[in-house]
Nanobody, 125 residues
Framework: QVQLVESGGGLVEAGGSLRLSCAAS????????TGWFRQAPGKEREFLAA????????NYADSVKGRFTISRDNAKDTVYLHMNSLKPEDTAVYYC??????????????????WGQGTQVTVSS
């Protein structure tokens, strides 16, 4: 069973940075993608970024391109989301997720099968 645990959320001022971590277990890291999503109160879950198992393929949502960077360390099966120039509208619960389909790189939440518990990010103005 694949398990995902996020960490690194917190309170930051606008313009600041945070690094989120997603530690995975129960899978072969190099074969499976990991994605990051967020959900603000009253809004739908939003795709942010995804990285393939090899780390060679990456997708970003337009809303975070240039500010957020996804990376991974397969020795630890940990995926990171580096967030810079944070804005109050980035306030949300951030989730990492993993698909069951090997070698896929989905951008839609319905294509992800395993989810972490989420970590809160709050950006103050």
């Amino acid at each position: 069973q694949v398990q995902l645990v996020e960490s690194g959320g917190g309170l930051v001022e606008a313009g600041g940075s945070l690094r989120l971590s997603c530690a995975a277990s129960g899978r072969t890291p190099s074969s499976y993608a990991t994605g990051w999503f967020r959900q603000a109160p009253g809004k739908e879950r939003e795709f942010l970024a995804a990285i393939s198992g090899s780390g060679l393929r990456i997708n970003y949502a337009d809303s975070v391109k240039g500010r957020f960077t996804i990376s991974r360390d397969n020795a630890k099966d940990t995926v990171y989301l580096h967030m810079n120039s944070l804005k109050p509208e980035d306030t949300a619960v951030y989730y990492c997720a993993a698909p069951r389909l090997i070698f896929s790189l989905p951008t839609k939440s319905r294509d992800y099968d395993y989810w972490g518990q989420g970590t809160q990010v709050t950006v103050s103005s």
